[in-house]
């Protein structure tokens, strides 16, 4: 049974590893440096929990939670990150995360959330912030759709991003209507400034780390 870390800073992954140490003391412990790491080991072994950055050197924000949460709907994923405003710790609650912890929380802090993870409970700081529907509408996205939603952000056209994906345009076309009609815009543009909404600022302090 193991118990990923998946954060690019290698000194808090040693700090992660001792709280992971207490909660789950037979766990094997895998470290990752990415998200495309944390996917590796979650392919490759029997994962009782998954701790996640949200900012990495392959993602940046909520999106790689909520595509995590498609793919394993089962796996109890604990967010551990320094953006800590109340609007990003209600957006990963909403999302399916079953905990988040800052970064800025005490060992103590950091066992007793990962305790209440392992008995099946949630554990998040109380922050007041109300549920957005507009994350109930991108989580109904399906993986397509966010693939190509990230693309429509990146600015592509319908050309471009069927010769990314390997798709038909006509392909695309249809998707991007299910797109709009899943987030009730009626263009590009409102999709793009909606789909912001899972982006998370890297809190200054962390940056500098990188």
Known sequence: MQVVIADDHPLFRTALSHAVGKVWPEAEIVEAPSAA?????????????????????DSNGLSVLMDLRQDY??????????????????????????????KSSGLDVMRD???????????????????????????????????????MREGLLNKQIAYELDISEATVKAHITAIFRKLGVNNRTQAVLLAGKLDVDQPAADALTQ
């Open 73 to 102: 709907p089962a796996l109890p994923i604990s967010i551990v990150s320094a953006s800590e405003e109340p609007r990003v710790i209600a957006a990963a609650q909403q999302l399916g995360a079953a905990a988040f912890i800052p």
């Open 37 to 57: 790491r944390a996917r590796e080991a979650l392919a490759n072994g029997a994962v009782e929990a998954l701790l996640l950055d949200l900012h990495m050197e």
């Open 113 to 151: 959330a990962l305790s209440a993870v392992r008995e099946g409970d949630g554990w998040f700081p109380d922050t007041g912030a109300e549920e957005d529907a507009d994350l109930a509408h991108m989580a109904s996205l399906t993986p397509a759709q966010r693939r190509i939603l990230s693309s």
